[in-house]
């Protein structure tokens, strides 16, 4: 037999449709009147941990001035039908895509969802970054976004809370 079969594709750690995509957004905060941040925030938490792991979601949902900035990533149909649910929550506005993209790997794989409102400390490492005046989420792109999300992560992770 002159041409054998072909051969299994290697496995690819991207594979499409079904492959690991990274969707980045920020919105702005729309409380109900009189609601605490805090306890709406562990709501969505509450919510966000149980629908992700059914889908095998993870990400990082970063509280802070008004805004939220958040990263979901997993199998490419679950990432946008989930996010389509979220961006119809009126408990916040305006959602704007940031990044949508193939990747690689997970970059907050240690959780379903977790929250993170920045204290003063944390607001310090931003300056470290440089990242205060790229933080309005009006003037976040996406390589800005994902590093954001990456330090609030960093830290995050030290604090050695999931
Ligand atoms: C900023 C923000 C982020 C959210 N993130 C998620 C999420 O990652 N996963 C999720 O299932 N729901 C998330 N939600 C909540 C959804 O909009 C929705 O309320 C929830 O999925 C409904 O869940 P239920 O049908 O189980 O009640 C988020 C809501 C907001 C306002």
Redesign the pocket.
């Given at each position: 037999m002159t041409s054998p079969d072909p051969s299994p594709a290697p496995a690819r750690s991207n594979p499409r449709p079904g492959g690991l995509q990274r969707l980045i957004y920020a919105?702005r905060q729309n409380l109900p009147d009189g609601a605490p941040l805090d306890e709406v925030v562990s709501d969505?938490i509450r919510?966000?941990i149980?629908?992700?792991r059914e889908q095998s979601?993870t990400?990082l949902?970063l509280v802070h001035g008004g805004w939220?900035v958040?990263a979901?990533e997993g199998p490419a149909a679950a990432v946008q039908e989930?996010f389509e649910?979220?961006a119809?929550?009126p408990?916040?506005a305006d959602p704007k895509v940031l990044e949508i993209e193939p990747a690689s790997g997970r970059a907050f794989g240690d959780w379903n969802?977790c929250a993170r409102t920045l204290s003063d400390a944390d607001e310090a490492l931003l300056d470290e970054l440089e990242q205060r005046q790229a933080f309005s989420p009006d003037r976040l792109d996406a390589r800005s976004a994902l590093r954001l999300l990456k330090a609030v992560r960093d830290i995050q992770g030290r604090a050695g809370f999931g």
């Open positions: 919105s969505i919510a966000s149980r629908n992700n979601i990400g949902l939220f958040q979901l989930r649910r979220i119809g929550d408990r916040h969802m």
